[in-house]
Every structure is written in structure tokens, then in C-alpha cells.
């Protein structure tokens, strides 16, 4: 670069083909000029302006003067590029009229110094637009991954969330039946051999089965990468024709249940409608469990495709429980969210002595 600035100011000097003292002045504003050049880096406005005075004194300051021109449009705003060029323009037209050289007519010279320094206002005017867009595409990008990741982390969330979902909804149903067996087992110490033995054989399997799952559940909140698991893993998810089994579980532990049910084609239920009936039944029973021992607890499903889900569990209140219990509400809660993300609605209220269940569940034709 410097040694083109030289070749550049000693050619603009031949041109002017200065002697005695013009010569000594051209000298001096070519080593001036090109002194300050590098400078035009840092402070291009400033030593442009500098430079553009030297031009008009001397053509061999005019190489550096439109170099600085060229900095400032590259560097600055537009207005004060166009400034910047228009003093330099004026510049040469100043050097042009004391010094006039060559066989180029004056009016001519000033057409060619306009459309030179216009050409570096297009030329820093383009580099400073693609500046700008490789900046926006840059922060596009940025952008972008950061919504990426953003995405990704709003998935886990959601799928860490739907699992504890899923490990409460089988937790307390499991240790519900757990209590049951071991609420028998204190309050009936006159049972013979065999039934205490039955029990805990039943209380035994039931912990080593929660024992599973949440191992199971512990392993996939771990898990940071959501494309190595699902939250599903290898264990089939609860459909309709899960429920029978699933009323047999609570009957099994000592509790009344009255099942109806009115679905047409059951094994066609998307698997979201499926597994959402099936976590509602199962949530009333675990309540009736706790809350209504020794109650019958009634159980219906109707409806089909095209007609929608509908799900209705009831049962009555004991006064006293008969066996430990507990419940903070958060079953009902987070119930109550699942079926409205399934897009059906669910309403509990309890009207004389009797707790009532409902869930009504879309079901597409």
C-alpha cells in the first residue's frame, strides 16, 4: 500500500511537471501527505481534511487526499462523506485554477475531479450497506440459534413437566395401594396367616414396582438430550382397554367400583384421548382411596368418535379415614391442566357428601 501511495504521488507530481520552487513545495506535500495517510485509519475525517488543504496546494497530495476520501465514505456517515467530497472537489478546483498543467481543458478537470469523488461516495456507500447486512445476517443468525435453543429448552421443559405429570398420576396410584395393604395389615392384626401374608407380598411387589418407575423417571430427568428419549421410553402407554385392569387394582385393595362403560370402537381412541381417560380414572380412584374408603366408587365412560369422551367417576365422603392418606391438591391441578391441553375440560366439586369427577375429552370422527 505504501509503495503504490508513493508511485501514485510521484506520478501526480510528473503530471504537474513543477520547477525552482513549486518543486520544493510539491516535495514537501507529497511527504506530508504521505506521512499522514496511514492515519486516515483512526481519524479519517480529521487528516482527510488535512490532506484535502495539501491538495489544493500541490497535485502530489491528491492520491492521499482521495484515499482519505475513500476512508471517510467507508467509515462515516453519508452526509458527512458527501462533505468530505465536495471540499475535496473544491480543493482541486483550487489546484487546477493556480496550477493549471497538462493540455486538459479547466472545465473538463472538474468534471472528472466530480465524477472521481462521486465514485468514492458510491463505492463507500456499497462497502458500508454490505457492512450492514453482514452484520443484520450475522445477528439473524444469532438470533436465530439463540430462539433455537430457546425452542429446545422449552421443549425439555414441557417434556420434563408432562413426565412428573405421568410419575405422579402412577406414584399415587401405587402408593395408594400400598397404604390400603399396609392400612389392613395394622388395623387387622386378628387376620389369619395367609391374608397377612397375601398383603404383604402385595405391599413388597407394589414398592419394588414404584421403585421402578421412579428409577425409570430419575434416569430421563437426567437425560438433557430430548432426541435420546421421549419421556415414553419402552413402557406402553395406558390406553382404554387398560381401565378394567385398572378398576381390578383398586377392587383388589379392598375398594367398591361400579364400571359402565359406552365407547364405540375403544381401540381406535387417539393416544392422547386414551391416555388422558385413563389418568382420570385412575386420579379418582386413588382420591376414593384416600378420601372415601370403604365407599363405592362409581365409574363411567361414554361417547365414540366424532361424539367426544366423556368420563364421570363419583363416590361418597367418609367421615373418618381408615387408613394413612394424603393430599395436597396438586393431583386435581395437574389433572385439570392435562385435560385442557388434550382440549377438553374438567370439573370437580363435591355436592352432598359425594365427590363428582367429570372430564369431557374431544375425540376427532
Known sequence: MSGLLVAMTVFAWWGGRAAGPLLVVDVAAGAVSWVLTPLTLRRPVVVTGVLTVLA???????????????????????????????AGVVAHA?????????????????????????????????????????????????????EQGRRVAEARMLERRRIAWEMHDVLAHRLSLLATFAGAMEYR???????????????????????????????????????????????PQPVLADVPRLVEESRGAGTEVLLREAVDVPAEAPPAVARTAYRV??????????????????????????????????????????????????????LTERVHLAGGRLDHETVDGEFRLHASIPWPA
Open 56 to 86: 489544493a496546494i500541490s497535485p502530489a497530495a491528491t492520491p492521499p487526499a482521495t484515499i482519505g476520501a475513500l476512508q471517510v465514505a467507508w467509515r462515516r456517515r453519508f452526509p458527512v462523506a458527501i462533505a468530505v467530497a465536495a
Open 94 to 146: 483550487v489546484q487546477g485554477a493556480w496550477r493549471p498543467g497538462g493540455e486538459m481543458p479547466y472545465g473538463w478537470w472538474l468534471v472528472l475531479m466530480i465524477v472521481g469523488y462521486g465514485a468514492l461516495l458510491g463505492w463507500g456507500a456499497w462497502a458500508q450497506a454490505r457492512a450492514a447486512l453482514v452484520r443484520s445476517l450475522r445477528e439473524r443468525a444469532r438470533r436465530a440459534e439463540a
Open 189 to 235: 392384626p386378628d387376620a389369619s396367616p395367609e391374608k397377612l401374608s397375601q398383603a404383604a407380598g402385595v405391599v413388597r411387589d407394589g414398592v419394588h414396582q414404584a421403585l421402578e418407575e421412579l428409577r425409570d423417571v430419575i434416569s430421563l430427568l437426567r437425560d438433557d438430550d430430548p432426541a435420546n428419549g421421549d419421556g415414553d421410553g419402552d413402557r
Open 281 to 334: 380414572v385412575q386420579e379418582g380412584l386413588t382420591n376414593a382411596r384416600k378420601h372415601a374408603v370403604g365407599q363405592l366408587v362409581r365409574v363411567d365412560l361414554r361417547g365414540g368418535p366424532g361424539a367426544g369422551l366423556e368420563i364421570d367417576v363419583r363416590n361418597a365422603l367418609a367421615a373418618e379415614f381408615a387408613a394413612p392418606g394424603w393430599s395436597g391438591g396438586a393431583g386435581l391441578v395437574g
